[in-house]
């Protein structure tokens, strides 16, 4: 069985910096997309950033500059730094991840527990 988790967040004052990690564990194959969605008090699930094996991170337009995705392949775990945090960044962040699980032919989308940032004075 697959699982994304999540550690990190909490609240930070505005201009401050996080740091958040998701792991994936269980019976993987192969793990192509991971990175990092969020979702905001009465608004829709949106992207944050994400990065594909061997390949240079993508973000959203809204963190550019600030957010610093990485991965570490051998630990099936993405990091994602956060700096120069914003109120706007207020959101509850979702781990996601195509992960092909051992024993399966197909890549599946696997989401984490979702864990909260707060930025506030």
């Known amino acids: 069985q697959v699982q994304l988790v999540e550690s990190g967040g909490g609240l930070v004052q505005p201009g401050g910096s996080l740091g958040l990690s998701c792991a994936a564990s269980?019976?993987?194959?192969?793990?192509?997309?991971m990175g990092w969605f969020r979702q905001a008090p009465g608004k829709r699930r949106e992207f944050v950033a994400h990065?594909?094996?061997?390949?240079?991170?993508n973000y959203a337009d809204s963190v550019k500059g600030r957010f610093t995705l990485s991965r570490d392949n051998a630990k099936n775990t993405v990091y994602l730094q956060m700096n120069d945090l914003k109120p706007e960044d207020t959101a509850v962040y979702y781990c996601?991840?195509?992960?092909?699980?051992?024993?399966?032919?197909?890549?599946?989308?696997?989401w984490g527990q979702g864990t909260q940032v707060t930025v506030s004075s």
């Open positions: 996601n991840a195509a992960i092909r699980p051992s024993g399966t032919l197909y890549f599946d989308d696997f």
């Open positions: 269980g019976s993987i194959a192969s793990i192509n997309r």
């Open positions: 990065i594909t094996s061997g390949d240079y991170p």
